[in-house]
């Protein structure tokens, strides 16, 4: 019996994490549940999943949790704080930590969890773009396991051989590996005329075509910045440079990315559009579990369309290609300026086609420095959303 905690478990990635967990109750058991501050979700998850501990980081939210739990005779214990995410993370019972809040914010219990050798699903891209060097220097050093659950690097993972050993040592390329062929809807705006892009909603930003996500990683497939994440995510997961990846854009979101070896052999992982495949992959991996999800059904497909990325449509891409060619502390002033953004954007105080102006004022304007310690990093983070609001401020 495998004991787990998710962090971010009332996201999105959360409740499809608990859907899988739950049809295999003789496997794994809950052993911590954390969220920011919705308290109400969380209760409820408690009382159906009976972990040991629930943690949120909001200390009004975690008093309304500690007293609905009582009245409702849950043994749960309570903890609030950002340490107290680490310390169920990195907690000497626990096995796997699926790790699934959003943003930077994930950095830190993601990485507690690394360092004390655990099972690490990740769903929270952020932290690997932001720290990526530090963070699988970790994963070696402690070892841990890394999986991916990002559905692209997931399905690349699947398609890449078996000894994962091989390629993280020497690179891809020794595994005969030609290149990896990153798959992207293309998002709601995909088609849409471009000078429409000014005026778009939150609410039409958010509309995903083929997914159901989380508020800010469905502004990001709008914008295209979440590939440029996922190309930085890649070059750590698989070891490789963004020269050997290439961008498809395929707006069934059937094929979830595809690897291509030396022989011409193109290997492809497909399925329906559903995070508890992925999920239920790395969960069990190197076995097999159901995961809730229906079979695909190719001839209601019926066609799978391919096309290049237009980059006049998609600024917030070539950004992040150039800041992954860049590296050191650029994608971690890429990410915290896209987050700053991006939340800016939901909030009505700024622009959609604005979101990548910020981006690129703050890439031009902050200098980049080599990633020697979390404390660089960090730093990189907090002056990039400084300098994010202030040229948010002056537009
Ligand atoms: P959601 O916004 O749906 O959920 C985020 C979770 O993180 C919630 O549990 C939230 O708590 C918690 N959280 C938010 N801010 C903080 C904070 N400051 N400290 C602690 N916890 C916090 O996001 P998603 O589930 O969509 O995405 C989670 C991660 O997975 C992201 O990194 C995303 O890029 C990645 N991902 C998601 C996919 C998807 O299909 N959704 C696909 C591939 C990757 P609360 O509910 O209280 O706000
Ligand atoms: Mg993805």
Request: net charge negative.
């Amino acid at each position: 019996m495998q004991q787990v905690t998710v962090l971010g478990a009332t996201g999105s990635i959360g409740i499809s994490t608990l859907d899988v967990l739950s049809r295999h109750p003789e496997r794994y058991g809950i052993f911590a549940l954390t969220a920011d501050r919705q308290w109400q979700l969380l209760a409820s998850q408690c009382v159906q999943h009976q972990p040991r501990y629930a943690v949120l980081r909001d200390p009004v939210a975690a008093l309304e949790l500690k007293n609905v739990l009582v009245q409702q005779g849950c043994a749960t214990e309570v903890l609030q704080g950002a340490e107290a995410f680490a310390e169920v993370a990195a907690h000497a019972e626990v096995d796997t930590v699926m790790a699934a809040i959003v943003g930077a914010a994930g950095l830190l219990p993601t990485l507690a969890a690394v360092k004390a050798g655990k099972k690490v699903l990740l769903a929270n891209k952020e932290a690997l773009v932001m720290a990526g060097g530090l963070f699988t220097r970790a994963v070696a050093e402690h070892g841990a396991t890394l999986l991916p659950i990002d559905s692209e690097h997931n399905a690349i993972f699947q398609c890449l051989p078996n000894h994962r050993s091989d390629y993280l040592q020497q690179g891809l390329a020794s595994s005969g590996v030609r290149k990896i062929l990153l798959t992207a809807s293309g998002g709601p705006f995909r088609a849409t005329p471009l000078e429409q892009l000014r005026d778009v909603t939150p609410e039409q930003a958010c509309a995903h075509p083929n997914w159901s996500m989380g508020q800010k990683i469905s502004v990001d497939s709008a914008t295209m910045l979440n590939k440029g994440l996922e190309l930085i995510e890649a070059c750590w997961l698989f070891n490789t440079s963004p020269t050997q990846i290439d961008v498809v854009i395929h707006p069934q979101s059937v094929i979830h990315s595809l690897v291509e070896y030396i022989d011409g052999s193109v290997l492809a992982q497909l399925g329906n559009p559903d995070m508890r495949t992925p999920i239920a992959h790395a969960l069990a991996w190197p076995e097999r579990i159901e995961s809730g999800v229906a079979s695909l059904d190719l001839f209601a497909t019926a066609r799978l369309d391919f096309s290049v990325p237009d980059y006049e449509r998609f600024p917030c891409l070539r950004l992040a290609q150039e800041a992954a060619t860049t590296g050191a502390t650029a994608p971690a002033v890429l990410n915290a300026a896209n987050e700053v953004a991006v939340a800016a954007f939901l909030q009505r105080r700024l622009r959609f086609d604005q979101i990548s102006q910020v981006i690129e004022s703050v890439l031009m304007r902050l200098p980049i420095t080599e990633p020697a310690s979390l404390d660089v990093v960090q730093n990189a983070d907090s002056e990039a959303r400084a300098m994010a609001m202030s040229v948010i401020g002056s537009l």
